[in-house]
Nanobody, 115 residues
Framework: QVHLVESGGGLVQPGESLRLSCVTS????????MKWYRQAPGKEREFVAT????????RVADFGKGRFAISRNNLQSTVYLQMNNLKPDDTAVYYC????????WGQGAQVTVSS
């Protein structure tokens, strides 16, 4: 029932920026916290950021502090991840999810940071 579709990934050079979007449907988006995770090949999925239902609380993983920001538009049922000053270590598939629901994830957006 929960449907999550990430977009906005791509290939960028170190120091450049990307803005990921996750368009949702199938649930009451405005009542749910949202989260971003990422997974690099051969690595475990790791937490990136989370935002509360109305955007009043946010948390970003240590590696993203000062570079990444999470936001949401409840009228469009969409959550965003702004990523600035990207590093090669940020290369991964980025997944959108519902906070507290470990069973629902998007298909993922590939982010590749390389010269």
């Amino acid at each position: 029932q929960v449907h999550l579709v990430e977009s906005g990934g791509g290939l960028v050079q170190p120091g450049e920026s990307l803005r990921l979007s996750c368009v949702t449907s199938g649930f009451d988006f405005s009542t749910k916290g949202m989260k971003w995770y990422r997974q690099a090949p051969g690595k475990e999925r790791e937490f990136v950021a989370t935002i509360s239902a109305h955007g009043d609380f946010v948390r970003v993983a240590d590696f993203g502090k000062g570079r990444f920001a999470i936001s949401r538009n409840n009228l469009q049922s969409t959550v965003y991840l702004q990523m600035n000053n990207l590093k090669p270590d940020d290369t991964a598939v980025y997944y959108c999810g519902v906070w507290g629901d470990d069973d629902s994830w998007g298909q993922g957006a590939q982010v590749t940071v390389s010269s």
